[in-house]
Structures are given as C-alpha cells and as structure tokens.
T-cell receptor
Framework: AQKVTQAQTEISVVEKEDVTLDCVYETRDTTYYLFWYKQPPSGELVFLIRRNSFDEQNEISGRYSWNFQKSTSSFNFTITASQVVDSAVYFCALSERGDQAGTALIFGKGTTLSVSS | DTGVSQDPRHKITKRGQNVTFRCDPISEHNRLYWYRQTLGQGPEFLTYFQNEAQLEKSRLLSDRFSAERPKGSFSTLEIQRTEQGDSAMYLC?????????????FGPGTRLTVL
C-alpha cells in the first residue's frame, strides 16, 4: 500500500540556518510521482515541486533544493538560509501511476517549520 | 489564470444540519478533487471527478456525503446530518490531466465546525 512518512513533527530554527525536511515513502508501483506542498497559516496548500520516479536528478531552485533517492525511498527537502516567511507546515505527497492513472495524492502528516528572527 | 476558489471559507453549523460547499477549479482544468484535513494531519482524499464523471470515491466518503460536478466546471460537496466528527478543513484541488502529468493545485479550503 502507499504510505508517506514524515518523521519530524516540528522543527524550530533561527533565521539563516539551513533546514532539511525528511520524507520516506512506500509504494509497490514502479511509476509514481512525489510532491512537496507548503501550507502557511492562511491554510492554502501551495505546490512547490513534483518529481517522477524515473528522474532522480536533484534540483536546486533559489534557496530550495530537493534530494530524491530511490534506493532509500526518500525525497528530502532543504531550505538554505531560512527566513521567517518560510514558517509553515510542509507536506510530502505520493501519487502512483499504474493502470488507474490519476489517483489521489497520499500525504504525510506534515512537518511544522518555525523560523524565528 | 485565477486559482481554485472555494465558498464559503468558514462554516459553523449545528449537529444534524446539512451543509453544502462549492469549489470553482482553475479554468479548463478537467479533473477536480476533494480532500478532508483534520487538525495535525495531512489531507485525505475523498473523491474526484474527470469532467462531470465521478471516477473514484474513498471509503471516507460515507453515505451522508455526496459530491456533484454537473457541467464539468464547478463542484459541490454536501454533507447531510452533520456530526461533530465532520469538523475539518475541506480542500478542493484541480488539474489539467495529461498522460503522466498531474500536479494538483489547491484552493484555500472551507473550514467546517459542527457544534
């Protein structure tokens, strides 16, 4: 069965520190997509990145970077030089792409990041 | 493009009452999803539509829940005879589904409180 585990419930850092959010997933499918979403206090889920299972190239986008490793079923997210505005709940999510394409996202429980000044 | 919109943003009701929520997806998005999020948890899938057809329903969607997307545009989610356990954030997402591509964009949610 699909499962996403975000072991870190809460993380607190001081501005300008780097922080890594962990995500471990389980799936029986060979084709799947992984996502990170951010949920600020306003409540709206904001899409950050999508990765497919056949593309293990890691990516850097500004202060954000992602580390996808199929061997360990992990899809970790790093914020470099964190800012107060990064404070939010971050969700990792999985979507399988088998014969029943278009299935729902399976979310982890989220990691609450608090960045203080 | 305007984003996904949901109405109302907040709803307080008494146990036993019926409530209806509306979701307007991003224009021309053919897939629309409903999720429920309780405090401290990630969103959980309820149901989704491709155009006007409801293609999948979660076991979380009890008989008291019904969803429609009559013209393949906006969707409504109705909860009949609300219970306190229905208190949650109800999220709507939409996507323009193409083969092997499916990023869901979420609305701001409707927060339901059942007294």
């Amino acid at each position: 069965a699909q499962k996403v585990t975000q072991a870190q419930t809460e993380i607190s850092v001081v501005e300008k520190e780097d922080v890594t959010l962990d995500c471990v997933y389980e799936t029986r499918d060979t084709t799947y997509y992984l996502f990170w979403y951010k949920q600020p206090p306003s409540g709206e889920l904001v899409f950050l990145i999508r990765r497919n299972s056949f593309d293990e190239q890691n990516e850097i986008s500004g202060r954000y970077s992602w580390n996808f490793q199929k061997s360990t079923s992990s899809f970790n997210f790093t914020i470099t030089a964190s800012q107060v505005v990064d404070s939010a709940v971050y969700f990792c999510a999985l979507s399988e792409r088998g014969d029943q394409a278009g299935t729902a996202l399976i979310f982890g429980k989220g990691t609450t990041l608090s960045v203080s000044s | 493009d305007t984003g996904v919109s949901q109405d109302p943003r907040h709803k307080i009701t008494k146990r036993g009452q019926n409530v209806t929520f509306r979701c307007d997806p991003i224009s021309e998005h053919n897939r629309l999803y409903w999720y429920r999020q309780t405090l401290g948890q990630g969103p959980e899938f309820l149901t989704y539509f491709q155009n006007e057809a409801q293609l999948e329903k979660s076991r979380l969607l009890s008989d008291r829940f019904s969803a429609e997307r009559p013209k393949g545009s906006f969707s409504t989610l109705e909860i009949q005879r609300t219970e306190q356990g229905d208190s949650a954030m109800y999220l709507c997402a939409s996507t323009q589904y193409r083969q092997r591509t499916d990023t869901q964009y979420f609305g701001p949610g409707t927060r339901l409180t059942v007294l």
